[in-house]
Each structure stands twice: as structure tokens, then as C-alpha cells.
């Protein structure tokens, strides 16, 4: 209940942007319930089913993170002094923000069931047709066999149970918690995840290189759900591993841009610009990591499937790239958010000092650029890496 009316009483943005959460708890919960209605449909491709099933894996995970990142920015969960005299520690804040995560959830979910079943022509009217707007194929949906409604409840409550923990367990109170907060900036420890992050992306792309001898002309190299299914493991697994290196030297690259920033005889701006990079290299680089993995398997798909002679794009495809791009996008925006709202006091300070708006506006862009320059072809470089023995 306190998590319902603090979410009636929040800002209108801190609503939109658990919206975004609702959205694609919605989206993830319409790929677990086409993974249902395909599983009745064809109760003998029960390993097409599967591997349908485990593809929503990623805009699970996406719709996870998304929530913790929303969840992070959100004011009730810095009220820590106000809530401590309501009653409410640390431990209980956590609970009370996967709480309302749930919630979002809960609602996302709940509309992905109505418009499933709407589509299926299980709340009256025919199934065709709505269908045929949507542009999904019936046997998709599963229409005509009945839903296992038991079974895709509990499918259904992983979205809103998974992003719950996730949120729980980011915001988890930790033993710096309870210490008074410095009140001049630290300096930042040069994160320690540059290197093996390398390693894991070069090992990734020697294992996919290894498993795609002798499928570079199979028409299923790797198909997406809603067409086709049996994708090469050793593919996949390498793709995972240059995912999860990219993820892991995210912390470490944007320190390094901080750094770069900062050698040679740097100006005010440059010096600002890089010591506000290294000083928040931890909170911006894992999710930048990650919409470089997922920009760079983007781009790898996108380039082996105009070289396929089948193109396996459905409508289930599109829903789950919509998801997991999405999310990880507005993933990376509210770190930035964070960022800029930890160093409210700093920026008062600068202003306080005599910096202009123009000048922090200078800076800021020479952040992004920074950024952009570093990690824009080293996500391309992996991409075209990725597609080399699949292509040729």
C-alpha cells in the first residue's frame, strides 16, 4: 500500500519513467506468452519451444536492468532520513522500492495478457483479424489450441519477480551506507575491469569464429524467434562472451576517456571534463558497456541477415529488439541523470566560483564527445570482427 501511494504522489517524470518500466515488462511478458501459445501449438517441437524461450532471456534481463536504473533514480529511494523516522531502515527501503518495481511490473505484464488473449480471440470477436492488424502470424498465438492459463501466469510472474530482486539486490544497503558522506570528492580508483573485459571480448570472437566453420551458408545461421529456430550454441556463446567483455571494460573505458582527457597540458575544460569522467567512470561505464554490447550485436545481426538467403524477421523479433534497444537506451540516459544529480553540489560550487552555464554546457559535450570517440569504433571494430567468418 505505501508503495501504490507513493507512486500516485511522484513527479510526473519519476511516472514516465516507470512507465518505460511497464512498457517493456509488457513486451517481455508478450515473447513469454508467444513462447506459450507456440508450445501448444506444436506440442512435438518441444526444443523449438525452448530455444524460443530462451531467447527471451535478453529483454528480460534488459527490462531488469531498466527497472534497477529507474529504481536508483528515484526520490523516494534517497529519503533515507525521512524514512528512517517513519520506521523504515535501509533494508526495508530496498524492499519498498522492488515493491513499487513490482507494481510496474505487475501492470505491464497484465496488459501484455489482455492484448495476448485479445489477439488470440479468447475475449470474443475473431482471432484473424486482430491478428492480421498486428501483423503476427496466428500460429504464432498458438489460436485455436487452448492456453495452459496456470502455466502462463507463472511465466508471467518472472517479469515482475525478476526486475523486483534486481532492484532490491542494486539497492541493497551496503557497510558505506551508514557512514556520513565525504564532502569533497574522492579520487576515483581506476576501475580494474579494462583488461579482463579484452580478454573476454578477444575469446568470444575466436569462439564464434571456431563455430561458424561450416554454417556461413546455412539459410539458419541465426535465426530469431518468429521465424525460424536452431541457432549454432558455439555462435551464440561467442556473441555472449564479446557481450559480457564489452560490459565488463565498460568501466574501465570511460576512465580511460577520462584520462585521455586529461594528458598533455589540459585546459579548465579538458581537466574538468576528464576528472568528472574518471570520478564517475563506476556509474556510467556498465551501462554504456552494455549498449555497446547490444549496439554491436545489433549490427552484427543486422549485417550477416542481408547476406542470408532467408531473411528470419518476424514480428516477435521486432517486439524484442524494441525492448531490450529501449531499455538499454533509457538505461544509459538515467545514469547520465544520476551522474548529474550526484554532482549537484559540485556544479553549485562551480557557479558559485563564477562558471558560466555555457561553460558546464561545453563541458558536458566534451564528455559525450569524448565517449563517443572511444567507444564508436571500438563497438564497430567487435561488430565487424563478429561478422567476419560469418559473412565470408
Do not use: K
Amino acid at each position: 500500500m505505501l508503495a501504490l501511494r507513493l507512486a500516485r504522489g511522484s513527479h510526473p517524470l519519476v511516472l514516465l519513467r516507470r512507465l518505460f518500466v511497464t512498457a517493456a515488462a509488457a513486451g517481455t511478458g508478450f515473447l513469454l506468452l508467444s513462447t506459450v501459445g507456440h508450445a501448444t501449438a506444436h506440442p512435438g517441437s518441444a526444443s523449438d519451444s525452448l530455444v524460443r524461450l530462451l531467447w527471451c532471456a535478453a529483454p528480460l534481463a534488459a527490462t531488469a536492468q531498466l527497472a534497477a536504473s529507474v529504481a536508483r533514480t528515484d526520490p523516494a529511494a534517497r529519503l533515507h532520513r525521512g524514512m528512517a523516522a517513519a520506521g523504515l531502515g535501509p533494508l526495508r527501503l530496498a524492499l519498498l522500492a522492488g515493491a513499487s518495481t513490482a507494481l510496474s511490473g505487475l501492470f505491464g505484464v497484465l496488459l501484455s495478457l489482455f492484448v495476448f488473449l485479445r489477439l488470440r480471440g479468447d475475449l470474443g470477436g475473431s482471432p484473424a483479424p486482430a491478428a492480421g492488424r498486428a501483423g503476427i502470424d496466428a500460429d504464432l498465438l498458438g489460436t485455436g489450441h487452448p492456453l495452459p492459463l496456470v502455466g502462463a501466469l507463472m511465466l508471467l510472474s518472472t517479469v515482475p519477480l525478476t526486475a523486483a530482486a534486481t532492484t532490491a539486490l542494486a539497492l541493497r544497503p551496503r557497510s558505506a551506507d551508514t557512514a556520513p558522506a565525504p564532502e569533497a570528492p574522492v579520487e576515483a580508483a581506476n576501475p580494474s575491469g579494462l583488461p579482463w573485459g579484452m580478454a573476454l571480448t578477444a575469446a568470444g570472437l575466436a569462439v564464434e569464429a571456431y563455430a561458424s566453420r561450416g554454417t556461413v551458408t546455412s539459410a539458419g545461421l541465426l535465426p530469431l524467434p518468429g521465424r525460424l529456430v536452431g541457432s549454432p550454441p558455439g555462435v551464440l556463446a561467442g556473441w555472449a562472451l564479446s557481450a559480457l567483455g564489452l560490459v565488463l571494460a565498460g568501466p574501465g573505458l570511460v576512465h580511460l576517456c577520462g584520462r585521455l582527457l586529461c594528458a598533455g597540458r589540459p585546459g579548465a575544460l579538458r581537466l574538468l571534463s576528464g576528472r568528472v569522467l574518471q570520478q564517475e567512470s563506476r556509474r556510467l561505464g556498465r551501462p554504456l558497456g552494455v549498449l555497446c554490447a547490444v549496439a554491436s550485436a545489433t549490427y552484427a545481426a543486422v549485417t550477416v541477415y542481408e547476406t542470408a538467403s532467408v531473411r528470419p524477421y518476424g514480428p516477435l523479433t521486432a517486439i524484442g529488439a524494441v525492448v531490450v534497444l529501449a531499455s538499454v537506451t533509457a538505461c544509459a540516459l538515467t545514469a547520465a541523470l544520476e551522474s548529474r544529480s550526484a554532482r549537484a553540489h559540485t556544479t553549485a560550487a562551480l557557479r558559485r566560483l563564477g562558471a558560466t552555464s555555457s561553460a558546464l554546457r561545453r563541458t558536458a559535450a566534451l564528455r559525450a564527445l569524448a565517449v563517443a570517440l572511444v567507444l564508436g569504433p571500438l563497438t564497430w571494430a567487435v561488430a565487424e570482427m563478429a561478422t567476419l567468418p560469418l559473412v565470408h
